[in-house]
T-cell receptor, first 115, second 114 residues
Framework: AQTVTQSQPEMSVQEAETVTLSCTYD???????LFWYKQPPSRQMILVIR??????QNATENRFSVNFQKAAKSFSLKISDSQLGDTAMYFC????????????FGKGTKLTVNP | SAVISQKPSRDICQRGTSLTIQCQVD?????MFWYRQQPGQSLTLIAT?????????ESGFVIDKFPISRPNLTFSTLTVSNMSPEDSSIYLC???????????FGQGTRLTVV
């Protein structure tokens, strides 16, 4: 079964500092996508960043970047210059099968950015 | 992209009653997904709703408890039947439009059963 593991239930960071959230996954697929979603208190799930497994280059979206280690099945999220608005639950996710539209999610990491 | 309107945004219901949650998408999509997020937990897929056929339920979820309708390519409903306090959760609908790699979500329905 596909699994996603986020080992940090909660993390906190000072405003303007950098924080890294970890995620490991298990899949038998060779090509797939990986996602980080953010869920603020408003409950709206928002895509933060995605990574294609066949791409060796780590994805970057402004202050958000990933460290993708395919062999280790690791997909961590780095948030630079943390802002108060980054306070949210962060979920790592990937499709249940290579081209599937169904997602399996990790348990999430609650990130608090302190002023 | 896709914009999803989900309602109600929240409700407080008596045990033994049923609640129907609606999900409207601004574009046609083949599949719509319903997730449950129990308090402090991650998202768990309940079922996949296809237009013109019966929904496909994940292990642990049954049609009698969570009947789903999918009358057209832009709309779906999820009913939570014969509710108990254990059904208190956030319910979210989701789609992945053709040509997109990412999933889009409704804003969720926070259900409290008392």
């Amino acid at each position: 079964a596909q699994t996603v593991t986020q080992s940090q239930p909660e993390m906190s960071v000072q405003e303007a500092e950098t924080v890294t959230l970890s995620c490991t996954y298990d899949t038998s697929e060779s090509n797939y996508y990986l996602f980080w979603y953010k869920q603020p208190p408003s409950r709206q799930m928002i895509l933060v960043i995605r990574q294609e497994a066949y791409k060796q280059q780590n994805a970057t979206e402004n202050r958000f970047s990933v460290n993708f280690q395919k062999a280790a099945k690791s997909f961590s999220l780095k948030i630079s210059d943390s802002q108060l608005g980054d306070t949210a639950m962060y979920f790592c996710a990937h499709p249940t099968q290579g081209g599937s539209e169904k997602l399996v999610f990790g348990k999430g990491t609650k990130l608090t950015v302190n002023p | 992209s896709a914009v999803i309107s989900q309602k109600p945004s929240r409700d407080i219901c008596q045990r033994g009653t049923s609640l129907t949650i609606q999900c409207q998408v601004d574009s046609q999509v083949t599949m719509m997904f319903w997730y449950r997020q129990q308090p402090g937990q991650s998202l768990t897929l309940i079922a996949t709703a296809n237009q013109g056929s019966e929904a496909t339920y994940e292990s642990g979820f049954v049609i009698d408890k969570f009947p789903i309708s999918r009358p057209n390519l832009t709309f779906s409903t999820l009913t939570v039947s014969n509710m108990s306090p254990e059904d208190s959760s956030i319910y979210l609908c989701s789609v992945r439009p053709t040509g997109n790699t990412e999933a889009f979500f409704g804003q969720g329905t926070r259900l409290t059963v008392v």
